[in-house]
């Protein structure tokens, strides 16, 4: 994508500097040199080259977090020495049960969306629990301090493990309906509900059978997990022996779509997959959990060999950070472990991290006509970075004129600094939909 631009249209704000962004056929493009021109709602309306150079400070898309658990942010980095169905019932579950009451819930759900924006993600994909007043709470949070964001009432009306925190199929056919209207009410431009069944073996057939005809009838989000360990993969075959395979209950149970994310994928067989790309349903790539809960590794150049849409999820708590630059971290790690286990295993490539934590996620959300990169007309969602900040965790020491390196590639090692080094010091500035919300004022 070169310079170009919507004419006619009046700016708000013009932003100067390097761009780096993913496009469909370029997984980094770099634009130096480059004036932004944005709107009054927000969108790019065109992109100029001009005369500006800046060392080791640029601009890249906002980061979209494609699954994490608002209601879990309270333990991040503990509790991590079960495997899943065990940590559900131990530590989990205890702590979603706390959400009935406003007051924690406000406080908790305020420090994850000022700790994730902070962070660079400027999506969030939550997961919230089943009490719908609290829920709508955190959507008002997220469009109070400026967060684009999908947000869940989780549905489950069967849960043996921990029977004191579920629904009955009733209550949950009606709270959902509930959440759904009260939230598309509030007219909020940057919020929207998604459907949220726990996953399939918290659901039972008439629930997950009215989940999918409530996404379908008001074409609405999906998002749930899948195949994330295996001894949840087996309770799926024993709770559901009518279906093929676990991707089967939600297709029989019209859950998938071109608008469905689903979480970790460790164990989707080739026919699973197949469904995934038909479907138009996606993935959300949770490398910090799969490991922390030793649940298992995704092989993403398999899902990209398939064709199905994937991004990128802290997956907090079962992920130990709120950073999407640890997701980044820790793809690349588990691909690189992969890759020793199997020579013959192609390595993600920090370019192609890059485009799952930016552009794939929008397009794994199905907002890749909103966010996503700096095309003309999309949102101005974007990251202020400084590599060399003061003060911050990362030393240049060859720090000499990128105007001598050819083809860019200061920005190569740029990137590369941020996604092995750099944290939330690194990220001066935070943009959604040309609003700066990072830092934060005193209103948020």
Not at 279 to 302: K, Y
Request: proline share 4%.
């Amino acid at each position: 994508m070169g310079p170009s631009s919507d004419t006619g249209t009046s700016l708000k704000s013009v932003f100067w500097g390097t761009f780096v962004h993913s496009t469909c056929n370029e997984a980094v493009q770099v634009l130096e040199d480059t004036a932004v021109g944005v709107d009054h709602e927000g969108k790019v309306r065109g992109l100029l080259c001009i005369d500006v150079y800046t060392s080791f400070i640029f601009f890249m898309p906002g980061m979209v977090d494609a699954h994490i658990h608002a209601s879990q942010y309270s333990f991040t980095g503990t509790a991590l020495d079960l495997p899943l169905l065990e940590w559900l019932n131990t530590y989990t579950f205890p702590v979603e049960a706390q959400f009935e009451d406003p007051e924690f819930a406000k406080k908790i759900y305020s420090q994850v969306v000022r700790r994730t924006l902070r962070n660079g993600t400027t999506t969030a994909c939550y997961f919230a629990t089943i009490y719908t007043e609290t829920t709508l709470l955190l959507a008002e949070i997220a469009d109070r301090v400026g967060q684009r964001a999908l947000v869940g009432k989780v549905c489950m009306d069967r849960n043996d493990g921990a029977s004191y925190y579920k629904e009955s199929t009733e209550e949950s056919m009606r709270e959902t309906d509930k959440f759904i209207t009260q939230l598309l009410g509030k007219g909020y431009p940057l919020v929207s509900p998604i459907i949220t069944p726990r996953f399939a073996p918290s659901c039972t057939s008439p629930l997950l059978e009215f989940l999918g005809k409530t996404a379908k009838n008001n074409d609405i989000h999906v998002q749930s997990h899948i195949s994330e360990n295996r001894d949840e993969v087996n309770l799926v075959q024993q709770l559901f022996p009518d279906c093929k395979s676990y991707t089967d209950v939600y297709l029989k149970h019209g859950l998938l779509s071109r608008k469905t994310v689903m979480a970790h994928a460790c164990y989707l067989s080739d026919k699973e997959l197949e469904i995934f790309h038909k479907t138009g349903a996606s993935i959300a790539h949770c490398p910090n959990s799969n490991i922390s809960l030793c649940s298992g590794m995704l092989d993403v150049s398999r899902v990209m060999k398939h064709k199905v849409k994937i991004g990128l999820g802290t997956d907090v708590a079962g992920g130990y950070a709120p950073s999407m630059l640890d997701a980044i971290r820790r793809a690349i790690d588990t691909s690189k472990a992969l890759t020793i286990l199997d020579p013959k295993h192609q390595t993600l490539t920090f370019q192609e991290v890059f485009r799952l934590a930016t552009l794939g996620g929008s397009q794994a959300l199905s907002l890749d006509d909103q966010i996503g990169n700096f095309a003309v007309g999309k949102n101005f969602d974007a990251l202020l970075v400084n590599v060399s900040v003061p003060d911050g965790p990362i030393d240049i020491c060859n720090e000499e004129d990128p105007k001598v390196r050819v083809q860019s590639y200061i920005w190569f090692d740029a990137l590369k600094h941020l996604f092995s080094s750099g944290d939330d010091r690194n990220i001066v500035e935070v943009y959604v939909a040309g609003r700066r919300v990072v830092p934060f004022d005193n209103t948020s």
